[in-house]
């Protein structure tokens, strides 16, 4: 996943410039911040007709809070071990999943 921070991006000018790179976001953990983990979730994805078990993870643009994308890697076969993107549009603001633990 972290290689998508930055290897996201396809147009050479926005990738030389580094304009749009991805970060974890942060979460609240005993009393720190700390940098939130992927997490496991069953899930139908969009344009599939069964649920999937999947390891996600929220994506931020670097230094910000609002959600830009997640990222899931396939579970159960077939496909196992496929890594899906799913970009959010800029256009809109979808803040970032923020949660304190205990």
Known sequence: MDKLDTYHMTIPQVFYNR??????????FGGETVEMEPYYVLMKLPGEDRLQFLLMMPVTPRNRDNMIAWIAARSDFPGYGEMIAYKLSKDSLILGRSRSRR
């Open 19 to 28: 304009e749009d790179v991805w970060a974890p976001p942060k979460e609240k």
